[in-house]
C-alpha cells in the first residue's frame, strides 16, 4: 500500500506561485508513474501534469503546459509541482497520484487518470483575481 499526503496549497494573488509536495510512504518510489490532477467545483477531474519513473518524461495538460513544472526527488520519495503564473482558473483541489509501477511506452497513460492506483486527499489552491 502507498500512501501520498500532499502539502504546500493555500490562497495566492493571479499571477503568484506557489509549489505543492507530495510524499509518498513505501520503497519503491521510485518505479511508479506519478501524476497531478485537480478538480474544481461543480467540474471533472483533470489532468494537470505527470511524470515517469525516472524523471525523464513530463507531460502537461494544455491548460497548464508553460506555467507548471512537475519533479521529482527519488532520493526523498517526493513529486512537485512548481506553479507559476497562477490564475483564477487554477483554483480546485489539488491531488497527486501514483501508479503500481507498470511499464509503458504509450503516452496517453500517463494523462488518464485510470492508470493511477493511490491517490492522496488533495491540497487546495485558491487564486484570487
Known amino acids: 500500500q502507498v500512501q501520498l499526503v500532499e502539502s504546500g496549497g493555500g490562497l495566492v494573488q493571479a499571477g503568484g506561485s506557489l509549489r505543492l509536495s507530495c510524499a509518498a510512504s513505501g520503497r519503491t518510489f521510485s518505479s511508479k508513474t506519478m501524476g497531478w490532477f485537480r478538480q474544481a467545483p461543480g467540474k471533472e477531474r483533470e489532468f494537470v501534469a505527470a511524470?515517469?519513473?525516472?524523471?525523464?518524461?513530463?507531460y502537461y495538460g494544455d491548460s497548464v503546459r508553460g506555467r507548471f513544472t512537475i519533479s521529482r526527488d527519488n532520493a526523498k520519495n517526493t513529486v512537485y509541482l512548481q506553479m507559476n503564473s497562477l490564475k483564477f482558473e487554477d483554483t480546485a483541489v489539488y491531488y497527486c497520484?501514483?501508479?503500481?509501477?507498470?511499464?509503458?511506452?504509450?503516452?496517453?497513460?500517463?494523462?488518464?487518470?485510470?492508470?493511477?492506483?493511490?491517490w492522496g486527499q488533495g491540497t487546495q489552491v485558491t487564486v484570487s483575481s
Open positions: 497520484a501514483a501508479d503500481r509501477g507498470r511499464i509503458t511506452s504509450s503516452a496517453t497513460y500517463y494523462y488518464a487518470d485510470g492508470s493511477y492506483d493511490y
Open positions: 511524470i515517469s519513473w525516472s524523471g525523464g518524461r513530463t
